[in-house]
């Protein structure tokens, strides 16, 4: 499938820069380059042959005006990122050329592209599935070297050829209840149905372990949202500074220093934690202070972590134990800081208070603890999966999805084994969780759908 129009878009990261990329696909991508570009040695640009580059002027049909100095990249279809003719105009990365050149693009015959138009284009005309599409912004969103090594094997196809190949048991388990269909004898019916039986249970150990992913890839996608709190002057903004590795928040012996809410992501062993310090939580009458802690309420109900900090030199007080009982169900770390100092504290009471979770005791100060902090978060998101290797991430809320709807198709079609019932209710069932798995990778999914995923791509991707 391609396209009729022809699309331009800048390609770069806006602002200035060594090198910035005009980007052109489309029947009349070429033509363009042809009318705007004059290379060095007299070459056409429809002269110039796949995948070489060419260094030359970029010059306004017009007037006859230098633009720009420029490297220009063409690539003739079907060997290219969009299977459509491309050419890549390589110039200097200032705005002024850039747009000017885009300009110049847009006069002579191409549109402006729309968001993730140059990977939809991709999708369309069958270079990329959609999960390997999706997985092209979390290459460019990847915040660490573990979520990038997840974002690029999913688009190397490694979770694609996993699920296509589990839709493609499914459809097997199909065709064979359809030969048995065909073929009416109570026995082969009621054999096919055992086989079909297995073969699903299979499925869905095939689904699970994907599924088993889920919660880590999303946390490698998009990071884990990890709230620090406790009283005031506990160590908060130290505990951040320390994690960062730099002093992003202000620490004085003042209580409430911290009225606002920080945030900031640091790589925790490959983890990317979207970390928040808030402010102390007490009662106090400064308004902005109540408003800030008031905020630090409202995020611990929203955090994938809550750090909790405690302070060894000083007993559990009524603030510490307001604090410890925000936890609730959520998950978190109880943390007791500032353990180079004569204790006061109970620790009895504390891991009473805590209901299980896992107490460190640390001192930010002198460092010590934060190694121990780092590996038990890093537990804590790999929960028994691989942090490195060859496995398929399910990083995205989207797949996770399809792939829960299609394991409860299966389970719906051995409800209907169970049940006795003829072989062509058992294809509705696995009919629908075929449908379900083609969804991850775009073969069933739909046009508004498709639509609603390329649109969160930035322009020029």
Not at 83 to 100: K, Q, Y
Not at 127 to 155: C, F, H, P, Y
Not at 172 to 182: N, P, S, T, Y
């Given at each position: 499938?391609?396209?009729?129009?022809?699309?331009?878009?800048?390609?770069?990261?806006?602002?200035?820069?060594?090198?910035?990329?005009?980007?052109?696909?489309?029947?009349?991508?070429?033509?363009?380059?042809?009318?705007?570009?004059?290379?060095?040695?007299?070459?056409?640009?429809?002269?110039?042959?796949?995948?070489?580059?060419?260094?030359?002027?970029?010059?306004?049909?017009?007037?006859?005006?230098?633009?720009?100095?420029?490297?220009?990249?063409?690539?003739?279809?079907?060997?290219?990122?969009?299977?459509?003719?491309?050419?890549?105009?390589?110039?200097?990365?200032?705005?002024?050329?850039?747009?000017?050149?885009?300009?110049?693009?847009?006069?002579?015959?191409?549109?402006?592209?729309?968001?993730?138009?140059?990977?939809?284009?991709?999708?369309?005309?069958?270079?990329?599935?959609?999960?390997?599409?999706?997985?092209?912004?979390?290459?460019?969103?990847?915040?660490?070297?573990?979520?990038?090594?997840?974002?690029?094997?999913?688009?190397?196809?490694?979770?694609?050829?996993?699920?296509?190949?589990?839709?493609?048991?499914?459809?097997?388990?199909?065709?064979?209840?359809?030969?048995?269909?065909?073929?009416?004898?109570?026995?082969?019916?009621?054999?096919?149905?055992?086989?079909?039986?297995?073969?699903?249970?299979?499925?869905?150990?095939?689904?699970?372990?994907?599924?088993?992913?889920?919660?880590?890839?999303?946390?490698?996608?998009?990071?884990?949202?990890?709230?620090?709190?406790?009283k005031p002057n506990v160590g908060k903004s130290s505990l951040l500074?320390?994690?960062?590795?730099?002093?992003?928040?202000?620490?004085?012996?003042?209580?409430?220093?911290?009225?606002?809410?920080?945030?900031?992501?640091?790589?925790?062993?490959?983890?990317?934690?979207?970390?928040?310090?808030?402010?102390?939580?007490?009662?106090?009458?400064?308004?902005?202070?109540?408003?800030?802690?008031?905020?630090?309420?409202?995020?611990?109900?929203?955090?994938?972590?809550?750090?909790?900090?405690?302070?060894?030199?000083?007993?559990?007080?009524?603030?510490?134990?307001?604090?410890?009982?925000?936890?609730?169900?959520?998950?978190?770390?109880?943390?007791?800081?500032?353990?180079?100092?004569?204790?006061?504290?109970?620790?009895?009471?504390?891991?009473?208070?805590?209901?299980?979770?896992?107490?460190?005791?640390?001192?930010?100060?002198?460092?010590?603890?934060?190694?121990?902090?780092?590996?038990?978060?890093?537990?804590?998101?790999?929960?028994?999966?691989?942090?490195?290797?060859?496995?398929?991430?399910?990083?995205?809320?989207?797949?996770?999805?399809?792939?829960?709807?299609?394991?409860?198709?299966?389970?719906?079609?051995?409800?209907?084994?169970?049940?006795?019932?003829?072989?062509?209710?058992?294809?509705?069932?696995?009919?629908?969780?075929?449908?379900?798995?083609?969804?991850?990778?775009?073969?069933?999914?739909?046009?508004?759908?498709?639509?609603?995923?390329?649109?969160?791509f930035c322009i020029g991707k």
């Amino acid at each position: 499938m391609t396209s009729d129009d022809t699309i331009s878009a800048i390609s770069t990261a806006i602002g200035e820069g060594g090198i910035g990329i005009v980007r052109i696909s489309g029947s009349k991508a070429i033509a363009i380059a042809d009318e705007l570009f004059t290379s060095r040695s007299g070459k056409r640009a429809e002269a110039i042959l796949s995948h070489q580059a060419v260094y030359g002027n970029i010059i306004d049909p017009e007037n006859n005006e230098i633009i720009d100095e420029a490297i220009v990249l063409i690539m003739w279809a079907p060997r290219s990122y969009t299977r459509e003719d491309i050419v890549e105009i390589h110039c200097h990365g200032g705005p002024v050329p850039l747009r000017r050149i885009l300009d110049l693009t847009l006069r002579l015959g191409a549109r402006m592209a729309e968001p993730g138009e140059f990977t939809k284009r991709a999708f369309l005309n069958g270079r990329l599935d959609l999960a390997q599409a999706e997985a092209v912004m979390d290459v460019i969103r990847a915040k660490t070297d573990a979520s990038l090594k997840v974002a690029v094997g999913n688009l190397s196809g490694r979770l694609s050829e996993q699920v296509k190949s589990i839709r493609q048991s499914v459809l097997g388990m199909i065709a064979q209840l359809e030969a048995a269909i065909d073929f009416p004898e109570d026995d082969i019916e009621e054999a096919t149905a055992a086989d079909v039986a297995k073969l699903i249970n299979q499925v869905k150990s095939q689904l699970a372990s994907l599924l088993a992913t889920a919660q880590t890839g999303r946390i490698l996608r998009e990071g884990l949202a990890t709230v620090i709190i406790g009283k005031p002057n506990v160590g908060k903004s130290s505990l951040l500074n320390a994690l960062l590795r730099e002093k992003r928040a202000i620490v004085t012996d003042i209580p409430g220093t911290t009225r606002d809410i920080i945030e900031e992501y640091v790589n925790i062993r490959g983890i990317p934690l979207r970390i928040i310090d808030t402010a102390g939580i007490r009662d106090t009458a400064d308004v902005v202070e109540k408003i800030g802690v008031e905020k630090a309420k409202e995020l611990v109900s929203q955090a994938d972590l809550i750090l909790l900090l405690l302070d060894w030199s000083a007993p559990l007080s009524s603030e510490d134990r307001s604090v410890l009982e925000l936890l609730s169900d959520r998950r978190a770390i109880v943390l007791i800081n500032k353990s180079d100092l004569p204790p006061k504290l109970e620790l009895a009471e504390v891991e009473r208070y805590s209901e299980g979770r896992l107490v460190l005791k640390i001192s930010v100060a002198q460092g010590e603890g934060l190694a121990e902090l780092e590996q038990a978060i890093a537990d804590i998101v790999y929960s028994g999966q691989v942090g490195q290797g060859e496995a398929a991430f399910v990083n995205n809320l989207r797949h996770a999805d399809a792939l829960r709807q299609a394991n409860d198709r299966l389970a719906d079609a051995m409800a209907t084994i169970a049940a006795g019932m003829p072989p062509d209710c058992i294809v509705v069932d696995l009919r629908a969780a075929w449908e379900k798995l083609g969804e991850v990778t775009g073969d069933t999914v739909g046009e508004d759908i498709i639509d609603q995923i390329f649109s969160q791509f930035c322009i020029g991707k």
